[in-house]
């Protein structure tokens, strides 16, 4: 899935996202708002923004790639297990990530 549109922002706010398996979310280098996050993928962040939360809680043994940022909102707790590599900045804004190596984010 490939983030359209001048600005990026094309999926609804409160929206579940869910990469399974060899699947990408490509960012496109844009900024997108999601609900909730469940990545056993690849999130390529590239240079843009990927906000997600709400009070859902979500993990996934999938990899965040790139060099944007990523910004968890929301009262859920996110889990990711995956190896990234990933050398963005992570804003915890709400809520809690449950890491258990500093290459999961």
Known sequence: LRIGGATGNVIPDGSRVTINGNATFDLAGLTETIGSLTNNGTVDVGGGSLTFGGSINSSGAGV???TGSVIKVGTGTWTPTGASTFTGSMT??????????????
Do not use: D, F, Q, Y
């Not at 915890?92 to 984010?105: F, T």
């Open 64 to 66: 965040i790639v790139g």
């Open 92 to 105: 915890l804004r709400e809520g809690v990530v449950n890491v258990g190596s500093l290459n999961n984010i």
